[in-house]
Protein backbone atom coordinates (compact mmCIF):
# COMPACT_ATOMS: atom_id res chain seq x y z
CA UNK A 1 0.00 0.00 0.00
CA UNK A 2 1.66 3.56 -1.11
CA UNK A 3 -0.69 5.77 1.18
CA UNK A 4 -1.97 7.49 -1.91
CA UNK A 5 -5.86 6.87 -2.94
CA UNK A 6 -7.72 7.11 -5.52
CA UNK A 7 -11.56 7.16 -6.00
CA UNK A 8 -13.43 5.78 -7.77
CA UNK A 9 -11.77 2.48 -8.57
CA UNK A 10 -13.67 1.79 -11.60
CA UNK A 11 -16.23 4.37 -13.88
CA UNK A 12 -18.27 3.60 -16.74
CA UNK A 13 -20.21 6.74 -18.04
CA UNK A 14 -20.76 7.21 -21.96
CA UNK A 15 -19.51 9.68 -24.93
CA UNK A 16 -20.11 13.51 -24.31
CA UNK A 17 -20.26 13.15 -20.48
CA UNK A 18 -17.97 14.52 -17.61
CA UNK A 19 -16.30 12.68 -14.89
CA UNK A 20 -13.99 13.64 -12.04
CA UNK A 21 -11.26 11.52 -10.32
CA UNK A 22 -10.08 11.85 -6.90
CA UNK A 23 -6.69 11.54 -5.37
CA UNK A 24 -6.01 11.89 -1.63
CA UNK A 25 -1.79 12.00 -1.17
CA UNK A 26 0.32 10.41 1.23
CA UNK A 27 0.58 12.31 4.42
CA UNK A 28 2.70 15.12 4.46
CA UNK A 29 3.46 14.91 0.59
CA UNK A 30 3.43 18.39 -1.28
CA UNK A 31 3.08 17.06 -5.04
CA UNK A 32 0.39 15.51 -6.92
CA UNK A 33 0.94 14.38 -10.34
CA UNK A 34 -1.52 12.69 -13.00
CA UNK A 35 -1.03 10.09 -15.60
CA UNK A 36 -3.38 8.12 -18.14
CA UNK A 37 -2.28 4.51 -19.13
CA UNK A 38 -3.85 2.68 -21.90
CA UNK A 39 -2.50 -0.07 -24.17
CA UNK A 40 -2.10 2.23 -27.60
CA UNK A 41 -0.15 5.52 -25.59
CA UNK A 42 1.85 3.70 -22.63
CA UNK A 43 2.38 5.53 -19.54
CA UNK A 44 1.64 9.76 -19.94
CA UNK A 45 2.24 12.22 -17.91
CA UNK A 46 -0.81 14.71 -17.56
CA UNK A 47 0.00 17.17 -14.60
CA UNK A 48 1.58 18.13 -11.86
CA UNK A 49 0.49 19.87 -8.59
CA UNK A 50 2.71 21.15 -5.95
CA UNK A 51 1.09 22.91 -2.93
CA UNK A 52 -1.89 23.59 -4.81
CA UNK A 53 -0.20 25.42 -7.55
CA UNK A 54 0.51 23.99 -11.18
CA UNK A 55 4.13 23.36 -11.94
CA UNK A 56 4.24 20.74 -14.95
CA UNK A 57 2.09 20.27 -17.58
CA UNK A 58 2.70 16.81 -20.10
CA UNK A 59 -0.05 15.91 -22.93
CA UNK A 60 -2.89 17.25 -21.44
CA UNK A 61 -6.07 17.58 -23.45
CA UNK A 62 -7.50 21.20 -22.99
CA UNK A 63 -10.88 19.08 -22.35
CA UNK A 64 -9.40 17.92 -18.83
CA UNK A 65 -8.51 19.92 -16.21
CA UNK A 66 -7.44 19.18 -12.53
CA UNK A 67 -6.48 21.15 -9.15
CA UNK A 68 -4.98 20.45 -6.00
CA UNK A 69 -7.28 21.50 -2.38
CA UNK A 70 -5.69 23.02 0.83
CA UNK A 71 -5.86 20.04 1.96
CA UNK A 72 -3.85 18.54 -0.73
CA UNK A 73 -6.67 16.52 -2.15
CA UNK A 74 -6.26 16.67 -5.83
CA UNK A 75 -9.45 16.29 -8.31
CA UNK A 76 -8.78 15.99 -12.16
CA UNK A 77 -11.95 16.83 -14.44
CA UNK A 78 -12.31 15.07 -17.94
CA UNK A 79 -15.09 16.77 -19.93
CA UNK A 80 -16.61 15.94 -23.37
CA UNK A 81 -15.49 12.40 -22.85
CA UNK A 82 -14.50 10.54 -26.04
CA UNK A 83 -13.68 6.37 -26.72
CA UNK A 84 -10.20 7.12 -26.66
CA UNK A 85 -10.16 8.97 -23.22
CA UNK A 86 -11.01 5.29 -21.87
CA UNK A 87 -7.87 3.80 -20.03
CA UNK A 88 -6.46 4.05 -16.40
CA UNK A 89 -5.96 6.83 -14.82
CA UNK A 90 -3.05 6.99 -12.01
CA UNK A 91 -2.18 9.82 -9.63
CA UNK A 92 1.30 10.18 -7.63
CA UNK A 93 2.37 11.79 -4.93
CA UNK A 94 5.89 13.29 -3.87
CA UNK A 95 7.20 14.32 -1.01
CA UNK A 96 8.45 18.06 -2.28
CA UNK A 97 8.99 19.21 -6.12
CA UNK A 98 10.17 16.42 -8.34
CA UNK A 99 13.42 18.76 -9.71
CA UNK A 100 14.65 17.62 -6.09
CA UNK A 101 14.47 13.94 -6.75
CA UNK A 102 12.17 12.85 -4.67
CA UNK A 103 10.32 9.54 -6.04
CA UNK A 104 6.68 8.85 -6.43
CA UNK A 105 4.44 6.89 -4.69
CA UNK A 106 1.70 5.61 -6.96
CA UNK A 107 -2.30 5.04 -6.42
CA UNK A 108 -3.88 1.89 -7.12
CA UNK A 109 -5.31 3.91 -10.05
CA UNK A 110 -9.14 4.85 -11.44
CA UNK A 111 -10.45 2.40 -14.64
CA UNK A 112 -12.33 4.59 -17.01
CA UNK A 113 -14.58 3.36 -19.73
CA UNK A 114 -16.49 5.19 -22.02
CA UNK A 115 -19.18 4.16 -24.24
CA UNK B 1 15.35 17.95 -25.18
CA UNK B 2 15.48 15.46 -22.81
CA UNK B 3 13.82 11.72 -23.88
CA UNK B 4 13.92 8.18 -22.11
CA UNK B 5 14.22 5.24 -24.87
CA UNK B 6 13.78 1.64 -23.25
CA UNK B 7 15.21 -0.51 -26.56
CA UNK B 8 13.12 -3.64 -25.61
CA UNK B 9 9.22 -3.30 -25.15
CA UNK B 10 9.25 -6.93 -24.15
CA UNK B 11 11.56 -9.32 -22.95
CA UNK B 12 11.14 -13.27 -22.22
CA UNK B 13 13.11 -15.14 -20.10
CA UNK B 14 13.06 -17.94 -18.39
CA UNK B 15 13.10 -18.63 -15.01
CA UNK B 16 16.70 -18.13 -12.75
CA UNK B 17 18.02 -16.60 -15.18
CA UNK B 18 19.96 -13.39 -15.65
CA UNK B 19 18.02 -10.55 -17.19
CA UNK B 20 19.00 -6.77 -18.09
CA UNK B 21 16.74 -4.12 -19.23
CA UNK B 22 17.92 -1.51 -21.35
CA UNK B 23 17.15 2.48 -20.53
CA UNK B 24 18.97 5.14 -22.13
CA UNK B 25 18.53 8.73 -21.94
CA UNK B 26 19.70 11.85 -23.77
CA UNK B 27 21.32 14.77 -21.85
CA UNK B 28 24.74 16.01 -21.19
CA UNK B 29 23.64 17.50 -18.02
CA UNK B 30 23.21 15.63 -14.65
CA UNK B 31 20.02 13.75 -14.19
CA UNK B 32 18.37 12.33 -11.66
CA UNK B 33 17.38 8.51 -12.64
CA UNK B 34 14.63 6.09 -11.78
CA UNK B 35 13.19 2.49 -12.29
CA UNK B 36 9.51 1.32 -11.25
CA UNK B 37 7.65 -1.62 -11.68
CA UNK B 38 4.44 -2.41 -12.27
CA UNK B 39 2.91 -5.79 -11.17
CA UNK B 40 -0.31 -6.78 -13.28
CA UNK B 41 -3.75 -4.55 -11.95
CA UNK B 42 -1.29 -2.34 -9.89
CA UNK B 43 0.31 1.29 -9.40
CA UNK B 44 3.77 1.24 -10.06
CA UNK B 45 6.56 1.55 -7.46
CA UNK B 46 9.72 1.89 -6.60
CA UNK B 47 12.85 -0.28 -7.93
CA UNK B 48 15.73 1.66 -7.06
CA UNK B 49 16.60 5.27 -7.78
CA UNK B 50 20.50 6.91 -8.51
CA UNK B 51 20.06 10.80 -7.35
CA UNK B 52 24.37 11.03 -7.24
CA UNK B 53 27.13 9.03 -5.54
CA UNK B 54 28.39 5.42 -6.26
CA UNK B 55 27.38 4.32 -9.88
CA UNK B 56 25.66 1.18 -9.06
CA UNK B 57 22.57 1.51 -7.36
CA UNK B 58 21.11 -1.84 -5.56
CA UNK B 59 17.14 -1.95 -5.11
CA UNK B 60 14.19 -3.89 -3.86
CA UNK B 61 14.03 -7.98 -5.08
CA UNK B 62 17.59 -8.33 -5.98
CA UNK B 63 17.38 -5.58 -8.75
CA UNK B 64 20.40 -3.73 -9.52
CA UNK B 65 21.23 -0.92 -11.95
CA UNK B 66 24.34 0.97 -13.09
CA UNK B 67 24.72 4.46 -14.20
CA UNK B 68 26.57 5.46 -17.16
CA UNK B 69 27.51 8.55 -17.83
CA UNK B 70 29.32 8.22 -20.93
CA UNK B 71 26.90 5.91 -22.33
CA UNK B 72 23.79 7.98 -21.24
CA UNK B 73 22.29 4.62 -19.92
CA UNK B 74 20.88 3.40 -16.72
CA UNK B 75 20.29 -0.47 -17.36
CA UNK B 76 18.95 -2.90 -14.50
CA UNK B 77 19.80 -5.91 -14.08
CA UNK B 78 18.91 -9.21 -11.86
CA UNK B 79 21.30 -12.04 -11.66
CA UNK B 80 18.46 -14.69 -11.82
CA UNK B 81 14.83 -13.69 -12.04
CA UNK B 82 11.76 -15.68 -10.81
CA UNK B 83 8.21 -16.00 -11.93
CA UNK B 84 6.95 -13.18 -9.47
CA UNK B 85 9.13 -10.79 -11.17
CA UNK B 86 6.64 -10.97 -14.37
CA UNK B 87 6.14 -7.64 -14.57
CA UNK B 88 6.26 -4.33 -16.86
CA UNK B 89 9.51 -1.82 -16.26
CA UNK B 90 9.63 1.82 -15.97
CA UNK B 91 12.19 3.91 -16.64
CA UNK B 92 12.18 7.63 -15.60
CA UNK B 93 14.89 10.79 -15.93
CA UNK B 94 14.28 13.92 -13.88
CA UNK B 95 16.22 16.55 -15.44
CA UNK B 96 16.04 19.38 -12.67
CA UNK B 97 18.27 21.43 -15.17
CA UNK B 98 15.15 21.84 -17.60
CA UNK B 99 12.94 21.57 -15.35
CA UNK B 100 11.39 18.01 -16.71
CA UNK B 101 11.04 14.52 -16.16
CA UNK B 102 10.26 11.96 -18.70
CA UNK B 103 9.05 8.28 -18.27
CA UNK B 104 10.03 5.19 -20.34
CA UNK B 105 7.54 3.63 -22.69
CA UNK B 106 7.97 0.39 -20.34
CA UNK B 107 9.70 -3.26 -20.68
CA UNK B 108 7.46 -6.14 -20.30
CA UNK B 109 9.38 -8.84 -18.50
CA UNK B 110 7.74 -12.30 -19.02
CA UNK B 111 9.55 -14.89 -17.08
CA UNK B 112 8.66 -18.65 -18.31
CA UNK B 113 9.36 -21.66 -16.09
Known amino acids: DSGVTQTPKHLITATGQRVTLRCSPRSGDLSVYWYQQSLDQGLQFLIQYYNGEERAKGNILERFSAQQFPDLHSELNLSSLELGDSALYFC??????????????FGPGTRLTVT | AQSVTQLDSQVPVFEEAPVELRCNYSSSVSVYLFWYVQYPNQGLQLLLKYLSGSTLVKGINGFEAEFNKSQTSFHLRKPSVHISDTAEYFC???????????FGSGTKLNVKP
Open chain 2, 92 to 102: AVIDPFFNKFY
Open chain 1, 92 to 105: ASSERDYKEGHEQY
